[in-house]
């Protein structure tokens, strides 16, 4: 008898949204917070296993990285930082021209929260996370960078084999627990998102602005695969192609940290090596935010239209500059992006708890699932880059000095 064949994850996660959208539209509210319930208490485990899996995928990444650990360090983090704020200046200038054209300040008046909707869980569980994401990354590039440069020379491979374990039960709970229950978990994110009427009327008066967001999107992820895949010299629609399980997953749990495992397993099958994709993916979740900064600039730009407020280059990059960086703290949860903006919202007039305010949020969170795509996908990206840098001239440099270090009478013989 031949092998049943399995159903792969992007059928699943489809499948997942589908049965959202039709339990939100059809079941009694009763049955829908049975699956709200679950998406919380899944949403709650996932914030705890998110700094458990960036502390062992990023220690790890580097850690396995023999030469020039600090080198992609800051290659990866220079990237992810002109891409962010390449991606947001882009959104500006399209916006600035476009939105005149169907934005009025009567917009306003239709919109509401679109949390107001939403069901409540039965019952929540807080599960505190032994370390924020933050302390994570600091601690995974303090110790990655140490392993890396003193391994074998001041310190033994306790440390080394300590972490290697580590990260290999992190991975057995991605692939046994988090990967098998994640379209249970969009699911139930999706029915709790439909019966939400508000988040229709937003989406039916600002189609238009989250069309050109959206559009923004794709044509970013073109742009950075093209580049990736020219550098990597691989055919820019294959690893589009391999993008999508990921990109579909974003679409879901609207968290980039929640799609790291996906994230890792398209990186693989783009070819990027396991040291590269381990260090640079589960970091960019973290630190990569050019989808979000396309929709945070189109959504602030549609505000201030619709208030007659100013704006032009002169106000909106200093803000994109500094919220490249505050992002970086987002929680990895829906609308995380936008509530780390809300501090620097004065930046370009908007008062932190005013009216404006929390009219970006609600437009960020309608359609924050095709920014979080966005910036999952782009990590890929990135990671493809990281990976040619390094295969080219980093292990090319290893190779070199390795050589250039054997006896003359050895290479005689």
């Given at each position: 008898?031949?092998?049943?064949?399995?159903?792969g994850l992007?059928?699943?996660?489809?499948?997942?949204?589908?049965l959202?959208i039709?339990?939100?539209?059809?079941?009694?509210?009763?049955?829908?917070?049975?699956?709200?319930?679950?998406?919380?208490?899944?949403?709650?485990?996932?914030?705890?296993?998110?700094?458990?899996?960036?502390?062992?995928?990023?220690?790890?990444?580097?850690?396995?990285?023999?030469?020039?650990?600090?080198?992609?360090?800051?290659?990866?983090?220079?990237?992810?930082?002109?891409?962010?704020?390449?991606?947001?200046?882009?959104?500006?200038?399209?916006?600035?021209?476009?939105?005149?054209?169907?934005i009025?300040?009567?917009?306003?008046?239709?919109?509401?929260?679109?949390?107001?909707?939403?069901?409540?869980?039965?019952?929540?569980?807080?599960?505190?996370p032994?370390?924020?994401?933050?302390a994570?990354?600091?601690?995974?590039?303090?110790?990655?960078?140490?392993?890396?440069?003193?391994?074998?020379k001041?310190?033994?491979?306790?440390?080394?084999?300590?972490?290697?374990?580590?990260?290999?039960?992190?991975?057995?709970?991605?692939?046994t627990?988090?990967?098998?229950?994640?379209?249970?978990?969009?699911?139930?994110?999706?029915?709790?998102?439909?019966v939400s009427?508000?988040?229709?009327?937003?989406?039916s008066?600002?189609?238009?602005?989250?069309?050109?967001?959206?559009?923004?999107?794709?044509?970013?992820?073109?742009?950075i695969?093209?580049i990736?895949?020219?550098?990597?010299?691989?055919?820019p629609?294959?690893?589009?192609?391999?993008?999508?399980?990921?990109?579909?997953?974003?679409?879901?749990?609207?968290?980039s940290?929640?799609?790291?495992?996906?994230?890792?397993?398209?990186?693989?099958?783009?070819?990027?090596?396991k040291?590269?994709?381990?260090?640079?993916?589960?970091l960019?979740?973290?630190?990569?935010?050019a989808?979000?900064?396309i929709?945070?600039?189109?959504?602030?730009?549609?505000?201030?239209?619709?208030?007659?407020?100013?704006?032009?280059?002169?106000?909106?990059?200093?803000?994109?500059?500094?919220?490249?960086?505050?992002?970086?703290?987002?929680?990895?949860?829906?609308?995380?992006?936008?509530?780390?903006?809300?501090?620097?919202?004065?930046l370009?007039?908007?008062?932190?708890?005013?009216?404006?305010?929390?009219?970006?949020?609600?437009?960020?969170?309608?359609?924050?699932?095709?920014?979080?795509?966005c910036?999952?996908?782009?990590?890929?990206?990135?990671?493809?880059?990281?990976?040619?840098?390094?295969?080219?001239?980093?292990?090319?440099?290893?190779?070199?000095?390795?050589?250039?270090?054997?006896?003359?009478?050895a290479?005689e013989?």
């Amino acid at each position: 008898m031949g092998n049943k064949k399995k159903l792969g994850l992007v059928p699943k996660l489809i499948i997942g949204i589908i049965l959202g959208i039709l339990i939100g539209s059809f079941m009694p509210d009763a049955v829908i917070r049975v699956f709200v319930t679950f998406s919380t208490l899944f949403s709650s485990f996932l914030k705890f296993v998110i700094p458990l899996m960036i502390l062992a995928f990023v220690t790890m990444g580097i850690a396995d990285l023999t030469q020039g650990a600090g080198k992609l360090l800051g290659i990866t983090a220079l990237l992810s930082y002109a891409s962010t704020l390449i991606a947001g200046t882009t959104a500006f200038l399209v916006g600035i021209n476009l939105f005149p054209h169907f934005i009025s300040s009567e917009v306003i008046q239709s919109i509401g929260n679109p949390e107001d909707g939403m069901l409540s869980t039965y019952f929540q569980l807080q599960i505190t996370p032994v370390m924020d994401v933050m302390a994570a990354v600091a601690l995974a590039f303090i110790l990655g960078l140490c392993i890396s440069s003193m391994r074998g020379k001041e310190i033994g491979n306790a440390c080394y084999d300590v972490l290697n374990e580590f990260s290999k039960i992190i991975n057995k709970v991605l692939n046994t627990a988090i990967i098998p229950l994640l379209p249970f978990y969009i699911m139930g994110t999706f029915a709790n998102m439909t019966v939400s009427g508000q988040t229709f009327v937003i989406l039916s008066v600002l189609w238009k602005v989250f069309l050109v967001v959206i559009i923004l999107h794709l044509l970013y992820l073109v742009v950075i695969f093209c580049i990736s895949g020219t550098i990597g010299k691989r055919n820019p629609v294959s690893v589009l192609k391999n993008q999508i399980p990921a990109y579909l997953a974003a679409i879901g749990t609207q968290s980039s940290a929640a799609c790291i495992p996906v994230n890792i397993q398209c990186s693989e099958n783009n070819g990027v090596c396991k040291e590269i994709r381990n260090f640079v993916i589960p970091l960019c979740a973290n630190i990569h935010m050019a989808g979000s900064m396309i929709t945070i600039t189109c959504c602030v730009t549609s505000v201030l239209l619709m208030s007659n407020m100013e704006i032009n280059l002169g106000i909106i990059v200093p803000f994109i500059m500094t919220l490249g960086i505050a992002m970086i703290a987002s929680p990895g949860a829906p609308g995380g992006s936008i509530m780390s903006a809300l501090p620097f919202l004065p930046l370009v007039g908007i008062g932190t708890e005013s009216a404006l305010a929390s009219l970006l949020i609600a437009l960020y969170i309608t359609q924050d699932s095709f920014g979080t795509a966005c910036n999952v996908s782009g990590d890929g990206g990135i990671a493809l880059i990281v990976d040619s840098i390094y295969k080219r001239f980093i292990l090319k440099e290893e190779t070199a000095a390795t050589v250039s270090h054997v006896p003359v009478a050895a290479v005689e013989k």
